[in-house]
């Protein structure tokens, strides 16, 4: 797990900005932020930090937070090789091979053309790449909100995940106790408030007529976190774009098998996995209701049906309370 939070607000931004806006929607910590902007952000790896021996995380020009490729490759037990007169990293594991440019929003993932939100930078001999790149190429789970510095990448086992799970929420309500106590606030509610006033987008059901096919919803189970919701159709069934946006991966990512991800205005994405085929390209643009691949049962899938995710701010919510 990589944690990027601010010293001194390590605890209870992690804890509240992740699990109390699911398993406390009326408390949020906006009421707070303000106190911290000022720190730096860290890094925790399966909860122990990441010292970096000279470059550490920032938040560039784009809002987007920049993490050192090497140190976090290595971390995660990942090769690394940089070819300085062609400005190129190449970064292998047993299952992923990805090379990226410096300067170059394009990267090749398992010989996939994919494209990043913003340049990778070499900064004092770091290469400095997006931490949503770091969740793509090595198929983790992201849960990040750009404007608050605050992010984790899970890459527990759905054991450890369950046991995370009841330890996060044990802790959550001892750290507001404390948070209020030491902060002299009776609620949180105010800034929870403003966090849920944008306007929901309205998103297409991915399948026509495909509500009453859901085979499973999104949240915890007995296997483990799932992160979207199931439908289960015929093989071949035409996928439709939830919303228009442009396509960011289509290609194959391990246990989604064929994935679709298309990027929307207001920072949402929404993901199809497990695909038949796909009848759209990283980079290009699509509307609302296109259909852009049919449903099958590729990578980790038992029967044929559709896999649909919908992030904000790269973060899981459930696509069920935007229908």
Request: glycine share 8%.
């Amino acid at each position: 797990m990589i944690i990027i939070s601010k010293p001194g607000f390590l605890v209870y931004s992690f804890f509240i900005a992740i699990t109390l806006l699911v398993a406390f929607p009326s408390i949020s910590f906006g009421a707070i932020v303000e106190e911290i902007e000022d720190y730096e952000t860290v890094v925790f790896l399966n909860d122990s930090q990441v010292i970096f021996q000279d470059v550490t995380p920032y938040i560039d020009d784009n809002n987007r937070t920049m993490i050192p490729l090497r140190f976090i490759s290595e971390e995660l037990d990942s090769k690394v090789d940089w070819f300085p007169d062609e400005d190129k990293i190449i970064v292998e594991d047993e299952d992923m091979e990805l090379k990226m440019f410096i300067g170059s929003n394009n990267y090749k993932l398992n010989d996939e053309m994919q494209k990043m939100e913003t340049r990778p930078e070499l900064v004092d001999g770091r290469t400095m790449v997006p931490i949503r790149v770091i969740n793509r190429c090595f198929d983790l789970d992201l849960v990040y909100r750009s404007h608050q510095g605050l992010g984790l990448v899970f890459n527990f086992t759905e054991g450890q995940a369950r046991e995370r799970k009841e330890a996060v929420i044990q802790q959550v309500k001892k750290e507001l106790d404390e948070i209020k106590e030491e902060k002299g606030l009776e609620s949180l509610d105010a800034s929870h408030r403003e966090i849920h006033s944008h306007e929901k987008p309205e998103f297409l059901f991915p399948i026509e007529n495909g509500m009453n096919e859901i085979s499973s919803k999104y949240g915890w189970r007995s296997r483990g976190f799932h992160s979207g919701i199931d439908i289960a159709v015929s093989h071949g069934t035409s996928i439709k774009a939830a919303e228009s946006g442009t396509v960011t991966f289509s290609g194959w990512r391990g246990s989604y098998g064929n994935l679709i991800i298309i990027e929307h205005p207001g920072d949402y994405e929404t993901y199809y996995a497990h695909n038949a085929g796909h009848t759209v390209s990283v980079g290009q643009s699509v509307e609302k209701g296109e259909v852009i691949g049919h449903v099958g049962n590729s990578g980790n899938a038992t029967g044929s049906h559709l896999h649909f995710e919908i992030r904000r701010n790269g973060e899981h919510v459930n696509p069920l309370d935007y229908y």
